[in-house]
Nanobody, 114 residues
Framework: VQLQASGGGLVQAGGSLRLSCAAS????????MAWYRQAPGKERELVAV???????NYTDSVKGRFTISRDFMKNQVYLQMNVLKPEDTAVYYC?????????WGQGTEVTVSS
């Protein structure tokens, strides 16, 4: 499956953005879909993940601020990001895990100004 991430941009601290990850085909059978991010000079980290059954988990730093969701009709996964902080600045990537296969989308850049 091919993944296309979008929705990044420049936003002031306290603002919101919604990232979208469009899949090239149905995501119904995909085990998990996730958002990762990589800040300058840092390793890529898991931000949020949602399972086929709809269970979601978040890294501690975004709990209560970010929400991952998906739309099976549109084959898309979203990351709603609220109360953004400068430390959320990073390139965000979506990832799909299907069986033994892993697919990555290209990144979308998020910059949060203070």
């Amino acid at each position: 499956v091919q993944l296309q991430a979008s929705g990044g941009g420049l936003v002031q601290a306290g603002g919101s953005l919604r990232l979208s990850c469009a899949a090239s085909r149905t995501i119904i059978n995909i085990n998990t879909m996730a958002w990762y991010r990589q800040a300058p000079g840092k390793e890529r980290e898991l931000v949020a993940v949602i399972t086929k059954r709809g269970n979601a988990n978040y890294t501690d730093s975004v709990k209560g601020r970010f929400t991952i969701s998906r739309d099976f009709m549109k084959n898309q996964v979203y990351l709603q990001m609220n109360v953004l902080k400068p430390e959320d600045t990073a390139v965000y990537y979506c990832k799909a895990h299907e069986g033994r296969l892993t697919f990555w989308g290209q990144g979308t850049e998020v910059t949060v100004s203070s």
